[in-house]
């Protein structure tokens, strides 16, 4: 017997791709494989134990369909390609997501096309909801924000929102990053897949999510519809509207499905419900209505059983795993926490080692100046001795100027108090003659007035006497008239004239009187003016000259100290010193005399 035919025969094999949410696999299958065989292949490879979720999909013309598990793969309508492209996806969805998907890597895969699903828009997801999800997105993804790594633009090159959301908003992709980034940074703690868990416990409750959507009509009168098939049940919507459905038939509700051909037909468990009839045109479509209803409605009832002792092992090993994860996290937040304590102090040492070492460097050299100048400061010190010596003697001598320029001031202040005495006096005197005029001015416009008067009467007199005469008695020149014409009359004239003169010649006495006063007064007044010109000149020579002499000695006691410094080799910055000018102002009340 030959070498060769002790070899056995080599089965056949076909290639196939399997498409995974996050990989793609390349598997060498046998011709007789079922298509159970194949799944199981696939899950064994990436890891899952929760197996009912998920089938594998393959694409036929114009719709898809899951792959058998009872039949061969290459007796179904698989396409001819090589490799065999199929695609692993979730084919039922749970109905508390958090209660039924168990492993990590079964909450990771439907995180995975859950997201993909709203970003391709095949699940309605508002503007809101859909910042919300992008930042459990990015906390998953990225892990704790942290302002030294996550710089602004960071989230550039990520498909976060559905480009319906980004439209819909004349907002820029820098508006919407700031606006993930806000969400994002209150996440902090949360881990990969505690951030997916929280991700599909907000997606699950959307209109869409987990509905397998086909196109129906009713009865024969052709109206288009559409049915949806999810893990709560059967639902009945309108040809433009997926959210709302107008009829829902939950699974607890429903008593037979039966198919025959294109007719579906929906027993109620309620026999008084009338029996819903559709009826769809595609075989292929109908035989998959027919596999999600059936599946959905299988893992209903599982859910209101006891849970199996596999997957009551698989929750107990999940339940320890999160345990374990959780500890490890706690033991990587302390190590990170106390490395940072760590940093911090160590960089702090580092800080004050530097700090002392400045100190220390800046100590030396004071030291060394402080040596370099011991000698200057000797020497300084004892000219600053000699210096105080003559400052003592300077300030002696300064003493016994001001003393006397004290007493200088007393004597200015007294011949001031005299000087302001006098000119009270003349004060008080002009008045007294201001007011002996005005007096006498009253008396002599009386005297004036009583002067007119007696004029005036005199003139009325003759007036009446010429009349007299003129009327009553005739011209002609006798004794009688001539006596009494040349007698009555000018003795009564000679009287008024002598009291007239007498009188002017009393007011031109008195006002005669009053100028020499006036005048006497006037120089009075110009003689305590001169003196206490001459004072106020003499004080201002006396103070102009003590100031020169105090500017003097001040001069030269700031030479004599520019010299000490010098020899010190010290620089020292004095202002330059201010010339006081002191100006002894008097002032004098001006006095206006009237009538002089």
Avoid at 92 to 118: A, R, S, Y
Avoid at 119 to 130: G, M, N, Q, V
Avoid at 343 to 351: F, L, P, T, V
Avoid at 440 to 464: F, I, N, S, V, Y
Wanted: glycine share 2%; aromatic share 8%.
């Amino acid at each position: 017997m030959s070498i060769l035919g002790l070899k056995k025969k080599q089965p056949k094999t076909f290639k196939v791709k399997v498409i995974t949410m996050d990989a793609e696999m390349e598997f060498s299958c046998e011709v007789k494989w079922k298509g159970k065989d194949l799944f199981d292949l696939v899950c064994r490879t990436v890891g899952l134990r929760e197996t009912w979720f998920f089938g594998l999909r393959y694409t036929v013309k114009d719709t898809y369909a899951w792959l058998k598990p009872d039949k061969r793969v290459l007796d179904q309508e698989v396409p001819k390609d090589s490799p065999i492209t199929f695609n692993f996806l979730a084919k039922f969805f749970p109905e508390k997501v958090e209660e039924e998907l168990v492993q990590e890597i079964t909450q990771h895969l439907f995180f995975l096309q859950v997201k993909k699903q709203i970003l391709d828009e095949e699940i309605f997801c508002s503007p809101e909801a859909s910042v919300l999800l992008a930042s459990y997105a990015v906390q998953a993804k990225y892990g704790d924000f942290d302002t030294n790594f996550h710089k602004p633009g960071f989230l550039a090159q990520d498909e976060l929102l559905p480009k319906t959301v980004s439209i819909q908003y004349q907002m820029t992709a820098d508006m919407w990053e700031e606006k993930i980034t806000a969400w994002y940074a209150e996440h902090r703690g949360l881990a990969r897949d505690e951030a997916e868990m929280e991700y599909l416990k907000i997606a699950q409750d959307l209109e869409m999510y987990g509905v397998s959507y086909f196109e129906i009509t009713q009865n024969k009168r052709d109206t288009n519809l559409l049915l949806g098939v999810d893990a709560q049940g059967l639902h009945i919507y309108s040809p433009n509207s997926k959210l709302a459905p107008n009829k829902s038939f939950p699974w607890s509700g429903i008593r037979n499905i039966s198919y025959s051909e294109k007719e579906f037909t929906i027993k109620p468990l309620d026999k008084k419900k009338d029996v819903f009839k559709f009826y769809s045109s595609q075989l292929r479509v109908n035989k998959l209505i027919l596999q999600l209803c059936i599946g959905n409605h299988d893992l209903f009832m599982r859910r209101r059983k006891v849970d199996s002792i596999e997957v009551q092992q698989m929750k107990a090993q999940a339940k320890e795993e999160k345990a374990r994860k959780k500890m490890e996290r706690q033991i990587l937040a302390r190590e990170k926490q106390m490395r940072e304590e760590a940093e911090r102090a160590k960089e702090e040492m580092e800080r004050r080692l530097f700090q002392l070492q400045d100190e220390a460097r800046l100590a030396n050299e004071a030291l060394l100046r402080s040596e370099e100048t011991a000698d200057l400061l000797a020497e300084k010190a004892q000219i600053a001795e000699e210096e105080a010596k003559l400052l003592a003697h300077k300030a002696a001598e300064a003493e016994q100027e001001r003393q006397r320029l004290e007493v200088t001031a007393m004597k200015t202040k007294e011949e001031k108090r005299l000087m302001e005495q006098k000119m009270r006096e003349a004060e008080q005197l002009a008045v007294k003659l201001v007011e002996q005029s005005e007096r006498r001015l009253k008396e002599a416009d009386h005297l004036k007035q009583d002067l007119t008067e007696a004029k005036d009467a005199e003139r009325r007199a003759k007036q009446k006497l010429l009349e007299i005469t003129k009327t009553t008695y005739p011209v002609p020149h006798s004794s009688l008239f001539s006596d009494f014409a040349c007698e009555s009359p000018p003795a009564r004239l000679d009287f008024k004239d002598s009291d007239m003169k007498r009188l002017s010649m009393e007011i031109e006495r008195e006002r005669l009187e009053y100028m020499e006063k006036s005048k006497h007064l006037q120089d009075q007044l110009k003689e305590l003016k001169s003196e206490i010109e001459s004072l106020k000149l003499e004080e201002q020579q006396q103070q102009q000259a003590s100031l020169y002499n105090l500017h003097s000695e001040h001069i030269y006691k700031c030479s004599n100290l520019k010299t000490l410094q010098h020899k010190l080799g010290l620089q020292e910055t004095r202002s330059p010193p201010q010339s006081v000018q002191l100006n002894s102002v008097f002032i004098w009340p001006v006095y206006s005399l009237h009538h002089w």
